[in-house]
């Protein structure tokens, strides 16, 4: 079945670091995909989107590409700020509301 | 608008107790889903529903039950309460099916004893 693979949390770095956190999924045909952000107390917030191969989606200074030959859709930052301190959720959509998400990368920033 | 919102935010039930846990949207979304959050395992599907009348099981329906009879409502009923469902619900709207963002309610906490 369809599934997403997140590196392992969580992640601690330091203000102005560069940020990777790396997704891969297994799905059949071309899922749209996604990266959510949970921030403490909080509900899911979409931060970004691809819907077809080679399609980068970006936001607030997230970057993340689709990759069919890789299947992956890693997420990139430049320079980190203590307030990206959040859980960040990758997923894909396939069909009618079925978001099928990652396990979840808790991500501190430390001044 | 005030998007999605779901009500309680947090609930203790003991063993065996049943309750309904409310969502509801203002945009005129069709599409409407519940999720259930436990640690290290990302969100599950619960339920969805495509419209008003219109319901289907996601990966873990087992223990919950869903009814959409308006367009704005989903509510979410736990029958028999049981220790495995201690978990955060979360409820999701969209307008298109396919590429379209999801919604997030701000979740409930649910404590079974």
């Known amino acids: 079945g369809d599934s997403v693979t997140q590196m392992e949390g969580p992640v601690t770095l330091s203000e102005e670091a560069f940020l990777t956190i790396n997704c891969t999924y297994t799905a059949t045909g071309y899922p749209s995909l996604f990266w959510y952000v949970q921030y403490p107390g909080e509900g899911l917030q979409l931060l970004l989107k691809a819907t077809k191969a080679d399609d980068k989606g970006s936001n607030k200074g997230f970057e993340a590409t689709y990759r069919k030959e890789t299947t992956s859709f890693h997420l990139e930052k430049g320079s980190v700020q203590v307030s990206d301190s959040a859980v960040y959720f990758c997923a894909l959509l396939k069909g009618a509301q079925k978001l099928v998400f990652g396990q979840g990368t808790r991500l501190t920033i430390n001044p | 608008n005030a998007g999605v919102t779901q009500t309680p935010k947090f609930q203790v039930l003991k063993t065996g107790q049943s309750m309904t846990l409310q969502c509801a949207q203002d945009?005129?979304?069709?599409?409407m889903s519940w999720y259930r959050q436990d640690p290290g395992m990302g969100l599950r599907l619960i339920h969805y529903?495509?419209?008003?009348?219109?319901?289907d099981q996601g990966e873990v329906p087992n223990g919950y039950n869903v009814s959409r009879s308006t367009t704005e409502d989903f509510p979410l009923r736990l029958l028999s309460a049981a220790p495995s469902q201690t978990s955060v619900y979360f409820c999701?709207?969209?307008?298109?099916?396919?590429?379209?963002?999801?919604?997030f309610g701000p979740g409930t906490r649910l404590t079974v004893l």
């Open positions: 999701a709207s969209s307008f298109d099916r396919v590429t379209d963002t999801q919604y």
């Open positions: 945009m005129n979304h069709e599409y």
């Open positions: 529903s495509v419209g008003a009348g219109i319901t």
